[in-house]
């Protein structure tokens, strides 16, 4: 089945600086790649997915890009503000199919 | 539009008895909820695929005895914990996918609140 490996498992930036967080995947038929913010306490929140024909999806601050070939994807914050901080989570699946999660990101902007 | 609600949000029980967690999609018809499992500073695991008019798909090492879920409607998903025991306190979130969404390319999975259990 499907694994995915994220890194790193904690992140400290400085309020301004640029945050990435990056996944791998194992299973090549996976072609959805979601990002997804927690806060503490509140449910993930989905912020950006991308799906295999395409190789970097951009909304505003945030960004991911894909390598297929080498079965990796990641996670790009500009500008980083301290609302950014949170858990985020990246997760793969076959279209249709069950997310399979990495183990989670915690970002610190320090202000 | 695409939210999920989860009822309740929190609820403490004594060991032994079973707990009922619904969860709702409110403005999307969902054929496919997912039930995840998240301990303090983890990821979400999986639990079981709750597939609407059919029986719900458990993952590797869950009990389906113990974690009873129906899905008897388009917009709710039921997940019902059975002989609770405070190994089973937990914090327990479902997800949603879109079924027109998905006719349509996109499948964004939508998530609930979460409920919080405690077992005592």
């Known amino acids: 089945g499907e694994n995915v490996e994220q890194h790193p498992s904690t992140l400290s930036v400085q309020e301004g600086d640029s945050a990435v967080i990056k996944c791998t995947y194992s299973d090549s038929a996976s072609n959805y790649f979601p990002w997804y913010k927690q806060e503490l306490g509140k449910r993930p929140q989905l912020i950006i997915d991308i799906r295999s024909n395409v190789g970097e999806k951009k909304d505003q601050r945030i960004a991911v890009t894909l390598n297929k070939t080498a079965k990796h994807f990641s996670l790009h914050i500009t500008e980083t503000q301290p609302e950014d901080s949170a858990v985020y989570f990246c997760?793969?699946?076959?279209?249709?199919?069950?997310?399979?999660f990495g183990a989670g990101t915690i970002l610190r902007v320090k202000s | 539009g695409a939210v999920v609600s989860q009822h309740p949000s929190w609820v403490i029980c004594k060991s032994g008895t079973s707990v009922k967690i619904e969860c709702r999609s409110l403005?999307?018809?969902?054929?496919?909820m997912f039930w995840y499992r998240q301990f303090p500073k983890q990821s979400l695991m999986l639990m079981a695929t709750s597939n609407e008019g059919s029986k719900a798909t458990y993952e590797q090492g869950v009990e389906k005895d113990k974690f009873l879920i129906n899905h008897a409607s388009l917009t709710l998903s039921t997940l019902t914990v059975t002989s609770a025991h405070p190994e089973d306190s937990s914090f327990y979130i479902c997800?949603?996918?879109?079924?027109?969404?998905?006719?349509?390319?996109?499948?964004?999975?939508?998530f609930g609140p979460g409920t919080r259990l405690t077992v005592l």
């Open positions: 403005d999307f018809q969902a054929t496919t």
């Open positions: 997800s949603a996918r879109d079924w027109l969404a998905g006719l349509k390319g996109t499948d964004t999975q939508y």
């Open positions: 997760a793969a699946s076959r279209y249709g199919n069950k997310l399979v």
